[in-house]
C-alpha cells in the first residue's frame, strides 16, 4: 500500500530537516537547558543551595536572545507543516519565558518549599519542561504537534502540581489534575480521529481547505467540535470543564498555581485561537460556513458560563487562593470574549495584562503565607497595618483584577469589550454579562483589603512581620508596572497588535 | 448481507465507538482511581482505532504515525499516573477517587 521513498526523495526530506532546524533555535536551546539541569541536580548534591534556581534564571533570560533573533526569519511552516513561525508564536514565546523566570523568581521565596521538601531536584528542570511545551502548543501547526505539546505540559504539570509528595493537598491536588487532564486529552484525541476522518488531513491550514472545500457532515463535526473542545477548555479552565481548578489551585505549591494560572492557561488560549482561527473555515456560503457558527455559539456558552459562574462562586470563597482560582475561571471567561469576536490584539493585550496581575498578587499571597503560615482570608486581618507595603501592592492587583482605572487590568478589559461593541448590537448582550460580572466581583477581591486594613487582628501582634528587601523590590516593580501600563498602555497594544499575525498574514477585521 | 461478510470502514468505526462509549462509562461510574485511568486507555484506543481505520481507508500515512505516538503517550501518562496514585495511596490508604476530598468547603 505504500511505497518506499526514492534515494533522492530522502535527500529532499532530509535538507528540508536541515532548514527548518534554523528555525528551531530557541527550543533546542531550552531543550539543552533542561538536560543541564538534571545534569547539575546530579552532580552538586548540597540540599540547600541556590545553584538550581540561578542557572534556570539566566538560561531562561538568555532564551529571549534566541527569541528576539526570530523577529529577522520570515514567518512560515516549518518541518512538513509541524509547527509554524509567526508573530503570534513569538509573542507567546516571549511571554512563557518569562513567566518561567517569574515562576522561578516566586520559587525562591516561598519558604513553604524548605519546609515540605528535602531537595529542589527535578523542580526548575521540570518548570523548564513545562515552557519548552507550552512554547510548542503556541507554535504547533498539526493536530499530532498540537496533541503532543499538550501532552508534555499536562505531563509536567501533574509533577508539578503534586511535588509535596508527602503533603496530602498537593497529592490530592496532582490526583484531580491527573484524572480530568487524562479524561479531557483522551476525548480531544478521539475528536482529532473524527477530524482527520472527515478531511484526511491533520495540518491545520489543509483541514480548512478541505472543510471549506468539501463541507462536512455537521452532526459528525460538531460532535468532533465538542470533544476537541474539551481538551481546550480543560486547559483554559472554561465551565464546564472547570472542575479539577479550584482543587488544583488551591492544594498545588503557590508558585505552581500562580504558573498554571497564567501561563498554562495562556497555553490553552493560543491553541484554541489558533485552531478557532487557522481550522474552522470562516468563509464561504451559509452551509460551509455553518461550522464557524457554531463554534462561536459554543464559545459563547463557555464564556458566559465562565464568567457568572466563577464571580458568582468566589463570593463565598475562605481560601485566598481557591477564590484567586474561581476568579481565573471568570478571566477565563473574559478572555474567551475576544476569542468569539476575533480580535486577536485584545486578547493577547489581555493575557498581558492578565499576566503581570495574577503573578503580583500570588507573589503577595506567598509573602504573607511565609509569614502568617496561612491562606485564609480571616487570617489577613489587621496585616495591611503590619505590612504596609505588601497591603498596598495586593490592594493595587486585585483593583487590576477587578477591570477599574488606572491599572492595567482597565486597559485589558476596556480592549475586549470595545471590540465586542464593535461589532455591533449582536454582543451587545454578552458585553453586559461581562460588565454586570465585573461589578459582582468587585466585591470578593475587595475583601481582601477590608479585612486587610479596616479590621482588626485577632491575633497579639509580637510577631515581626518585616519583608526582606529583595522580595520588596520584586513586588514593588509589579506594582508600579501594573499602574504605569494602565495609563502608557500604547507599548503593550502595539506589542500586541504586532502579534496577531498568524502563518505571516493578518486576520482581517470583520 | 455484504455488511456481514466483509469488513469495511463501519466495523471499525463501531468498535471505536463502543470502546469510547465503555471507557466513558468506567470514567463516570467508578471510584477507583487505577479503574479510572484504565477508562482513559479505552478512550485513546478508541481514537486509536479510528486512526488505523481511517488512515486505511483514506491511503494516508498520518493516522498510523498518529496511532504511535498516541501509543507511547499512553505509556508515558500511566508511569506518572501509577506513581501519582500509589502516593496518593502512601497518604490516604485508599484509591478512592470520591473519598479524596479534603479540600471542600
Known amino acids: 500500500m505504500f511505497e518506499l521513498p526514492s534515494g533522492a526523495e530522502i535527500q529532499g526530506i532530509i535538507a528540508s530537516l536541515k532548514a527548518s532546524v534554523g528555525f528551531f533555535i530557541p527550543e533546542i536551546y531550552l531543550s539543552a537547558l533542561f538536560m543541564l539541569l538534571i545534569v547539575i541536580d546530579l552532580v552538586a548534591k548540597e540540599r540547600k543551595n541556590n545553584l538550581l534556581s540561578i542557572t534556570t534564571l539566566l538560561g531562561l533570560a538568555g532564551s529571549t536572545i534566541f527569541i528576539f533573533q526570530q523577529h529577522s526569519l520570515p514567518a512560515g511552516e516549518l518541518f512538513f507543516g509541524m509547527y509554524v513561525l509567526d508573530e503570534f508564536a513569538l509573542f507567546f514565546k516571549y511571554f512563557f519565558v518569562l513567566s518561567g523566570i517569574i515562576a522561578v523568581i516566586v520559587t525562591m521565596v516561598d519558604e513553604q518549599f524548605d519546609r515540605e521538601v528535602k531537595s529542589m531536584g527535578e523542580y526548575y528542570a521540570l518548570v523548564v519542561a513545562m515552557v519548552i511545551g507550552m512554547i510548542m502548543m503556541a507554535s504547533s501547526a498539526d493536530l499530532l504537534m498540537i496533541f503532543l505539546s499538550m501532552e508534555l505540559v499536562s505531563f509536567t504539570g501533574y509533577i508539578l502540581a503534586g511535588y509535596f509528595k508527602r503533603n496530602a493537598r498537593s497529592a490530592e491536588a496532582a490526583l484531580k489534575y491527573l484524572v480530568y487532564g487524562a479524561v479531557s486529552s483522551g476525548l480531544m484525541v478521539y475528536g482529532f480521529s473524527l477530524i482527520y476522518g472527515i478531511t484526511a488531513q491533520t495540518n491545520l491550514i489543509k483541514i480548512s481547505l478541505e472543510l471549506s472545500a468539501h463541507g462536512s457532515d455537521s452532526l459528525v463535526m460538531i460532535f468532533a467540535s465538542l470533544l476537541v473542545l474539551a481538551g481546550f477548555g480543560y486547559k483554559i479552565g472554561a465551565v464546564p470543564f472547570h472542575f479539577w481548578s479550584p482543587d488544583v489551585y488551591e492544594g498545588s505549591p503557590t508558585p505552581i498555581t500562580a504558573y498554571l494560572s497564567v501561563a498554562s492557561k495562556a497555553a490553552g488560549f493560543a491553541l484554541l485561537m489558533r485552531f478557532f482561527y487557522i481550522a474552522i473555515p470562516h468563509v464561504g456560503l451559509p452551509p460551509e460556513n455553518k461550522l464557524g457558527l457554531d463554534w462561536v455559539s459554543l464559545l459563547i456558552l463557555l464564556s458566559v458560563s465562565s464568567m457568572i459562574y466563577g464571580n458568582v462562586v468566589a463570593l463565598w470563597q475562605k481560601n485566598v487562593k481557591r477564590m484567586l482560582a474561581y476568579s481565573s475561571i471568570a478571566h477565563a471567561g473574559y478572555l474567551l470574549l475576544g476569542i468569539i469576536v476575533m480580535n486577536t490584539q485584545a486578547t493577547l493585550l489581555y493575557l498581558l495584562s492578565y499576566f503581570i496581575m495574577n503573578f503580583g498578587a500570588f507573589y503577595v499571597v506567598i509573602l504573607i503565607a511565609n509569614k502568617t503560615g496561612s491562606e485564609n482570608l480571616d487570617d489577613y486581618r489587621g496585616l495591611g497595618i503590619k505590612m504596609p507595603l505588601a497591603g498596598a501592592a495586593l490592594t493595587v492587583f486585585l483593583i487590576s483584577l477587578v477591570g477599574l482605572p488606572p491599572t492595567v487590568g482597565f486597559i485589558g478589559k476596556l480592549y475586549i469589550f470595545s471590540a465586542l461593541l464593535a461589532k455591533g448590537s449582536l454582543y451587545l448582550g454578552i458585553a453586559l454579562v461581562g460588565i454586570m460580572t465585573s461589578v459582582i466581583s468587585l466585591y470578593y477581591y475587595m475583601l481582601i483589603p477590608l479585612n486587610m486594613f479596616l479590621r482588626e487582628s485577632k491575633l497579639p501582634d509580637d510577631k515581626s512581620m518585616n519583608l526582606t528587601l529583595a522580595p520588596q523590590i520584586f513586588m514593588t516593580v509589579l506594582m508600579i508596572l501594573t499602574l504605569v501600563f494602565g495609563i502608557f498602555f500604547a507599548p503593550l497594544s502595539d506589542f500586541a497588535n504586532y502579534s496577531s499575525a498568524m502563518f505571516g498574514f493578518t486576520m482581517p477585521p470583520q | ?105
Not at chain 2, 27 to 52: C, D, Q
Not at chain 2, 58 to 84: R, S
Open chain 2, 1 to 105: 448481507m455484504e455488511q456481514l461478510t466483509t469488513i469495511g470502514l463501519n466495523h471499525y468505526l463501531t468498535i471505536s465507538a463502543f470502546l469510547l462509549g465503555f471507557g466513558l462509562f468506567a470514567v463516570m461510574t467508578r471510584k477507583n482511581a487505577i479503574v479510572v485511568l484504565m477508562g482513559v486507555e479505552l478512550i485513546l484506543n478508541a481514537a486509536n482505532i479510528n486512526f488505523l481505520a481511517f488512515s486505511k481507508y483514506n491511503g494516508g500515512m498520518e493516522g498510523v504515525m498518529f496511532a504511535l505516538f498516541v501509543i507511547v503517550i499512553a505509556a508515558a501518562e500511566a508511569a506518572i499516573a501509577l506513581a501519582i496514585v500509589i502516593n496518593i495511596f502512601k497518604i490516604f490508604k485508599s484509591v478512592d477517587v470520591s473519598s479524596i476530598d479534603s479540600m471542600k468547603e
